[in-house]
């Protein structure tokens, strides 16, 4: 069976598990804490996937271990690891929490959206203010935005919203400016 109809089928049983229970700001929260941790170390997700080594029990343990100050897995959200660890889909949780931040954001009107510059500056907040409010007018839904500093970016900005991407760098206009030189290069030989 395909992973993404997979995670999307347990994503959506944790949403109406959380729905249900009313306890959906805490499990979002958590579950996007445990997500960073599995994309930033390695190890972390090889000792979820190892059956051999690593026992089911221990497995959950793991996750709860990296939530901070001494927290505790939210109780749909332990249930929900140790049906995974059952269903020896426990390797797919990246997958699966993905899907459900989605579905989550989606059943509150909220799309998500990341804004990359290459220095944060005065007109930063303007440029924020200005997507968010093309974005909501458009979409009609609430924009979540987290604003990236990332200093390869020569020059512009890069926005990318649910699965749209604009690309307003200068590294991209650049690109495009190329192209157009060596398709007309190729008409003139």
Same mark, same amino acid.
């Given at each position: 069976?395909?992973?993404?109809?997979?995670?999307?089928?347990? /994503? #959506? /049983? *944790?949403?109406? %598990?959380?729905?249900?229970?009313?306890?959906?700001? /805490?499990? =979002?929260? #958590?579950?996007?804490?445990?997500?960073?941790? *599995?994309?930033?170390?390695?190890? %972390?997700?090889?000792? @979820?996937?190892? $059956?051999?080594?690593?026992?089911?029990? $221990?497995?959950?343990? +793991? *996750?709860? /271990?990296?939530?901070?100050?001494?927290e505790? %897995?939210?109780?749909?959200?332990?249930?929900?690891? !140790?049906?995974?660890?059952?269903?020896?889909?426990?390797?797919?949780?990246r997958?699966?929490f993905?899907?459900? #931040?989605?579905?989550?954001?989606k059943?509150? !009107?909220?799309?998500?959206?990341?804004?990359?510059?290459?220095?944060?500056?005065?007109?930063?907040?303007? *440029?924020?203010?200005?997507? $968010?409010?093309?974005?909501?007018?458009r979409?009609?839904?609430? @924009?979540?935005?987290?604003?990236?500093?990332?200093?390869?970016?020569?020059g512009?900005?890069?926005?990318e919203?649910?699965?749209?991407?604009?690309?307003?760098?200068?590294?991209?206009?650049l690109? +495009? =400016?190329?192209? #157009?030189?060596?398709?007309?290069?190729?008409? =003139?030989?």
């Open positions: 069976m395909n992973t993404g109809i997979i995670a999307s089928r347990y /994503a #959506q /049983a *944790l949403l109406k %598990l959380v729905d249900e229970t009313g306890n959906g700001e /805490a499990v =979002i929260y #958590q579950v996007q804490y445990l997500e960073k941790a *599995l994309n930033s170390v390695p190890e %972390l997700r090889r000792a @979820l996937v190892d $059956r051999a080594v690593v026992s089911p029990a $221990r497995k959950v343990s +793991l *996750l709860e /271990a990296v939530l901070p100050d001494e505790s %897995l939210c109780p749909e959200l332990s249930k929900f690891i !140790n049906l995974l660890v059952k269903n020896g889909r426990i390797g797919d949780i997958l699966i993905n899907a459900y #931040q989605t579905s989550w954001y059943s509150r !009107n909220i799309v998500r959206g990341k804004l990359s510059v290459p220095e944060y500056s005065d007109s930063t907040p303007a *440029l924020e203010k200005k997507l $968010r409010e093309l974005i909501e007018s979409t009609g839904s609430k @924009l979540l935005m987290t604003t990236e500093v990332e200093p390869d970016l020569i512009g900005f890069v926005f919203v649910e699965d749209r991407l604009l690309d307003a760098s200068v590294s991209h206009q690109e +495009l =400016i190329k192209r #157009q030189f060596i398709e007309k290069n190729r008409r =003139i030989v």
